[in-house]
Protein backbone atom coordinates (compact mmCIF):
# COMPACT_ATOMS: atom_id res chain seq x y z
CA UNK A 1 0.00 0.00 0.00
CA UNK A 2 1.25 3.39 -1.29
CA UNK A 3 1.15 6.37 1.40
CA UNK A 4 1.68 9.69 0.78
CA UNK A 5 1.08 11.84 -2.51
CA UNK A 6 0.53 10.03 -5.14
CA UNK A 7 2.66 9.59 -8.14
CA UNK A 8 2.08 9.62 -11.65
CA UNK A 9 3.20 5.53 -12.15
CA UNK A 10 0.94 4.78 -9.07
CA UNK A 11 -2.27 6.38 -10.41
CA UNK A 12 -2.34 4.91 -13.68
CA UNK A 13 -1.07 1.59 -12.25
CA UNK A 14 -4.68 2.04 -10.45
CA UNK A 15 -6.54 3.90 -12.98
CA UNK A 16 -5.21 0.74 -15.12
CA UNK A 17 -6.56 -1.63 -12.74
CA UNK A 18 -9.42 -0.58 -12.21
CA UNK A 19 -10.68 0.15 -15.69
CA UNK A 20 -9.53 -3.71 -16.19
CA UNK A 21 -11.60 -5.03 -13.39
CA UNK A 22 -14.64 -3.21 -14.91
CA UNK A 23 -14.02 -5.06 -18.41
CA UNK A 24 -13.85 -8.01 -16.48
CA UNK A 25 -17.19 -7.49 -15.44
CA UNK A 26 -18.89 -6.81 -18.78
CA UNK A 27 -19.27 -2.69 -17.99
CA UNK A 28 -18.86 -0.73 -21.08
CA UNK A 29 -19.83 2.48 -20.01
CA UNK A 30 -18.24 3.56 -16.53
CA UNK A 31 -18.82 6.40 -13.92
CA UNK A 32 -15.23 7.54 -13.10
CA UNK A 33 -14.13 8.15 -9.34
CA UNK A 34 -14.25 11.69 -8.70
CA UNK A 35 -11.53 11.46 -6.63
CA UNK A 36 -8.94 9.96 -9.01
CA UNK A 37 -10.04 12.49 -11.97
CA UNK A 38 -9.45 15.64 -9.23
CA UNK A 39 -5.68 13.55 -8.82
CA UNK A 40 -5.22 12.87 -12.31
CA UNK A 41 -6.19 16.29 -13.18
CA UNK A 42 -2.84 18.11 -11.50
CA UNK A 43 -0.76 15.14 -12.36
CA UNK A 44 3.12 17.28 -12.81
CA UNK A 45 4.35 16.95 -16.01
CA UNK A 46 6.32 13.65 -16.01
CA UNK A 47 10.05 13.00 -14.86
CA UNK A 48 10.45 11.42 -18.17
CA UNK A 49 9.06 14.06 -20.61
CA UNK A 50 11.13 17.01 -18.70
CA UNK A 51 14.31 14.80 -18.20
CA UNK A 52 14.02 14.30 -22.35
CA UNK A 53 13.09 18.53 -22.52
CA UNK A 54 15.94 19.21 -20.87
CA UNK A 55 18.63 16.59 -22.78
CA UNK A 56 17.40 18.36 -26.01
CA UNK A 57 17.77 21.61 -24.78
CA UNK A 58 21.25 20.77 -23.86
CA UNK A 59 22.05 18.99 -27.16
CA UNK A 60 20.93 22.04 -29.22
CA UNK A 61 23.05 24.29 -27.07
CA UNK A 62 25.97 22.39 -27.28
CA UNK A 63 25.38 22.34 -31.16
CA UNK A 64 25.44 26.01 -31.16
CA UNK A 65 28.32 26.70 -29.12
CA UNK A 66 30.41 24.86 -31.79
CA UNK A 67 28.70 25.93 -34.61
CA UNK A 68 30.84 28.00 -37.33
CA UNK A 69 28.07 28.71 -40.04
CA UNK A 70 28.79 32.27 -40.21
CA UNK A 71 31.80 34.58 -39.27
CA UNK A 72 29.99 35.83 -36.11
CA UNK A 73 31.96 32.66 -34.48
CA UNK A 74 35.16 34.52 -34.90
CA UNK A 75 34.36 37.65 -33.21
CA UNK A 76 31.83 36.11 -30.38
CA UNK A 77 33.35 35.76 -26.97
CA UNK A 78 30.23 33.34 -25.92
CA UNK A 79 27.21 32.37 -27.45
CA UNK A 80 24.05 33.21 -26.20
CA UNK A 81 21.33 30.21 -26.72
CA UNK A 82 19.00 31.65 -24.84
CA UNK A 83 17.78 30.16 -21.10
CA UNK A 84 14.49 29.01 -19.27
CA UNK A 85 11.65 27.26 -18.63
CA UNK A 86 11.68 23.88 -20.26
CA UNK A 87 7.70 23.80 -21.03
CA UNK A 88 7.11 27.49 -20.86
CA UNK A 89 3.86 29.32 -21.42
CA UNK A 90 5.68 31.89 -23.07
CA UNK A 91 8.85 32.49 -25.01
CA UNK A 92 10.45 35.52 -25.42
CA UNK A 93 12.48 36.21 -28.57
CA UNK A 94 14.48 39.35 -29.31
CA UNK A 95 17.54 40.40 -31.74
CA UNK A 96 20.44 39.18 -31.33
CA UNK A 97 22.87 39.27 -27.93
CA UNK A 98 24.60 42.54 -27.04
CA UNK A 99 27.93 43.27 -24.87
CA UNK A 100 26.96 41.91 -21.55
CA UNK A 101 24.93 38.89 -23.37
CA UNK A 102 27.77 38.19 -25.16
CA UNK A 103 30.39 37.85 -21.87
CA UNK A 104 27.79 36.21 -19.98
CA UNK A 105 26.25 33.45 -22.30
CA UNK A 106 22.85 34.83 -21.50
CA UNK A 107 20.16 36.28 -23.35
CA UNK A 108 19.16 39.97 -21.68
CA UNK A 109 20.88 40.66 -18.67
CA UNK A 110 22.26 44.17 -20.17
CA UNK A 111 19.66 47.44 -19.46
CA UNK A 112 17.34 46.27 -22.05
CA UNK A 113 17.43 43.08 -19.98
CA UNK A 114 16.47 44.38 -17.02
CA UNK A 115 13.91 46.13 -18.08
CA UNK A 116 12.58 42.87 -19.65
CA UNK A 117 12.40 41.21 -16.21
CA UNK A 118 9.99 43.85 -15.13
CA UNK A 119 7.80 43.28 -18.08
CA UNK A 120 7.39 39.30 -17.05
CA UNK A 121 7.31 39.88 -13.43
CA UNK A 122 4.64 42.61 -13.93
CA UNK A 123 2.94 39.65 -16.03
CA UNK A 124 3.20 37.68 -12.89
CA UNK A 125 5.46 35.53 -14.18
CA UNK A 126 9.51 35.04 -13.17
CA UNK A 127 12.56 34.54 -15.80
CA UNK A 128 12.48 31.37 -15.05
CA UNK A 129 9.15 30.38 -15.50
CA UNK A 130 9.55 31.88 -19.30
CA UNK A 131 12.11 31.21 -22.23
CA UNK A 132 14.04 34.18 -23.16
CA UNK A 133 16.68 34.47 -26.70
CA UNK A 134 17.40 35.89 -29.89
CA UNK A 135 17.16 35.18 -33.52
CA UNK A 136 21.18 35.50 -33.52
CA UNK A 137 22.98 33.19 -31.08
CA UNK A 138 26.05 35.19 -31.48
CA UNK A 139 26.67 39.11 -31.06
CA UNK A 140 27.20 41.06 -34.52
CA UNK A 141 30.27 43.16 -33.88
CA UNK A 142 29.29 46.73 -32.67
CA UNK A 143 26.13 45.61 -32.02
CA UNK A 144 24.86 46.05 -35.65
CA UNK A 145 21.78 45.01 -36.31
CA UNK A 146 21.79 41.06 -38.13
CA UNK A 147 22.24 40.44 -41.71
CA UNK A 148 20.23 38.73 -43.78
CA UNK A 149 22.17 35.53 -44.22
CA UNK A 150 22.98 35.53 -40.64
CA UNK A 151 19.81 35.19 -39.43
CA UNK A 152 19.15 32.24 -42.44
CA UNK A 153 21.79 30.51 -40.98
CA UNK A 154 20.73 31.02 -37.26
CA UNK A 155 16.73 30.10 -37.86
CA UNK A 156 17.06 26.82 -37.87
CA UNK A 157 18.57 26.62 -34.13
CA UNK A 158 15.72 28.77 -32.70
CA UNK A 159 13.34 26.62 -34.75
CA UNK A 160 14.58 23.71 -33.01
CA UNK A 161 13.65 25.49 -29.80
CA UNK A 162 10.36 26.01 -30.50
CA UNK A 163 9.96 22.65 -31.78
CA UNK A 164 11.47 21.03 -28.50
CA UNK A 165 9.89 24.01 -25.72
CA UNK A 166 6.26 24.03 -27.60
CA UNK A 167 5.42 27.79 -25.95
CA UNK A 168 2.03 28.33 -26.01
CA UNK A 169 3.04 31.75 -27.21
CA UNK A 170 5.73 33.34 -28.73
CA UNK A 171 6.58 37.31 -28.38
CA UNK A 172 8.88 38.75 -30.64
CA UNK A 173 10.53 41.67 -29.32
CA UNK A 174 10.77 44.73 -32.11
CA UNK A 175 11.44 44.72 -35.87
CA UNK A 176 14.20 42.23 -36.38
CA UNK A 177 12.70 39.38 -34.70
CA UNK A 178 9.46 40.02 -36.75
CA UNK A 179 11.30 40.08 -39.94
CA UNK A 180 12.89 36.50 -38.87
CA UNK A 181 10.72 34.53 -37.92
CA UNK A 182 7.63 36.01 -39.78
CA UNK A 183 9.48 37.24 -43.27
CA UNK A 184 7.81 40.18 -43.19
CA UNK A 185 8.91 43.79 -44.23
CA UNK A 186 6.20 45.52 -42.42
CA UNK A 187 7.37 48.01 -39.92
CA UNK A 188 6.74 47.04 -35.92
CA UNK A 189 4.55 49.93 -35.51
CA UNK A 190 2.37 48.36 -37.48
CA UNK A 191 2.15 45.04 -36.53
CA UNK A 192 2.44 45.44 -32.65
CA UNK A 193 -0.78 44.21 -30.39
CA UNK A 194 -1.90 42.09 -33.82
CA UNK A 195 -1.91 38.38 -33.64
CA UNK A 196 0.31 36.28 -36.21
CA UNK A 197 1.27 32.45 -36.12
CA UNK A 198 4.66 30.85 -35.83
CA UNK A 199 4.48 27.51 -37.66
CA UNK A 200 0.84 26.98 -35.48
CA UNK A 201 2.47 29.01 -32.70
CA UNK A 202 1.03 31.83 -31.59
CA UNK A 203 2.55 34.82 -31.56
CA UNK A 204 2.54 38.63 -30.26
CA UNK A 205 4.35 41.26 -31.82
CA UNK A 206 5.31 44.13 -29.89
CA UNK A 207 8.37 46.59 -29.29
CA UNK A 208 12.07 45.79 -28.06
CA UNK A 209 12.99 46.31 -24.54
CA UNK A 210 15.98 48.77 -25.57
CA UNK A 211 13.29 50.65 -28.18
CA UNK A 212 11.76 51.61 -24.33
CA UNK A 213 14.45 52.78 -22.53
CA UNK A 214 14.88 55.50 -25.76
CA UNK A 215 10.92 55.56 -26.00
CA UNK A 216 9.33 55.55 -22.26
CA UNK A 217 6.05 56.67 -23.52
CA UNK A 218 5.66 53.48 -26.11
CA UNK A 219 5.65 51.17 -22.62
CA UNK A 220 1.69 51.87 -22.41
CA UNK A 221 1.41 50.15 -26.06
CA UNK A 222 3.77 47.17 -25.06
CA UNK A 223 1.71 46.48 -21.41
CA UNK A 224 -1.41 46.63 -23.49
CA UNK A 225 -0.09 43.74 -25.89
CA UNK A 226 1.45 41.81 -22.58
CA UNK A 227 -2.05 41.48 -21.36
CA UNK A 228 -3.36 40.48 -24.74
CA UNK A 229 -0.95 37.70 -24.57
CA UNK A 230 -2.13 36.93 -20.62
CA UNK A 231 -5.89 37.14 -21.61
CA UNK A 232 -5.00 34.18 -24.39
CA UNK A 233 -3.35 32.26 -21.75
CA UNK A 234 -6.34 32.93 -19.28
CA UNK A 235 -4.26 34.89 -16.96
CA UNK A 236 -4.74 38.58 -15.28
CA UNK A 237 -2.09 40.96 -14.55
CA UNK A 238 -1.39 40.40 -10.55
CA UNK A 239 -2.41 43.81 -8.93
CA UNK A 240 0.61 46.37 -8.72
CA UNK A 241 2.36 47.08 -5.55
CA UNK A 242 2.06 50.65 -3.95
CA UNK A 243 5.57 52.11 -2.94
CA UNK A 244 5.59 53.27 0.31
CA UNK A 245 7.90 55.51 1.73
Not at 19 to 45: F, S, W
Not at 68 to 94: S, Y
Not at 229 to 235: A, E, P, T
Amino acid sequence: MTTGKPTFSSLLDDLKAWLEYQLEEGNRTVEMDPELLKNLAHIPRRKADQAAADAGLKSITETIKACTNCALNKTRTNTVPGQGAAHPDIMFIGEAPGADEDQQGLAFVGRAGKLLTKMIEAMGYTRDEVFIGNILKCRPPNNRAPMPEEMETCTPYLKAQIALLKPKVIVALGATSVKGLLNIKTGISKLRGQWHTFEGTNLMPTYHPAYLLRNPSAKKDVWDDLKDVLKHLGRKAPPVRKRTG
